[in-house]
């Protein structure tokens, strides 16, 4: 007897991005790489943790499988909503990818003490696509104990 399996699912990813141009080249890339993906787009950290939290007019907004996360941004910049994600039991596990243009992100995020795990975690021809424009670093929503 042969087992049957669920169809998959398309998974949704939260792009949290202030910078328009940044978001469009995002969509292209997916699109361009023929990713099937449901992107979900908000210009600051305080409308990214509306998001995830499911208020206001995100209140049936899907939980994303992969948060891609600018950390420089108004209102609540990328590094103000690690640290909120950190701490809430119902968010930690969501993965999380930081974009950044900046080699000093890098340092800041590791005088943290939180965990980079470096280039090259996207797929390759996503990753390819950002390497010349933006650097993907992964970071693993863990406290450290």
């Known amino acids: 007897m042969r087992e049957t399996s669920a169809p998959l699912r398309t998974p949704n990813i939260l792009l949290v991005e202030d910078n328009e141009n940044d978001v469009i080249l995002t969509r292209k890339s997916f699109q361009k790489n023929q990713l099937a993906i449901n992107l979900h787009h908000v210009e600051n950290g305080e409308k990214c943790m509306e998001f995830l ?5 995100y209140r049936d907004a899907p939980t994303p499988d992969l948060i891609l996360l ?8 990328g590094r103000e909503v690690l640290a909120e994600l950190i701490v809430d039991e119902q968010l930690s596990h969501l993965p999380v ?19 980079i795990d ?11 696509h950002l390497g010349g424009h933006r650097r993907p670093l992964r970071h693993r929503l863990a406290p450290r104990g």
């Open 70 to 77: 600018d950390l420089n941004m108004p209102l609540m910049d």
């Open 97 to 115: 990818i930081i974009l950044t243009t900046s080699d000093n992100d890098r340092d800041v995020l590791l005088r943290r003490r939180e965990v």
């Open 53 to 57: 939290r499911k208020q206001g007019v």
């Open 118 to 128: 470096g280039p090259g975690c996207l797929p390759n021809r996503v990753a390819r």
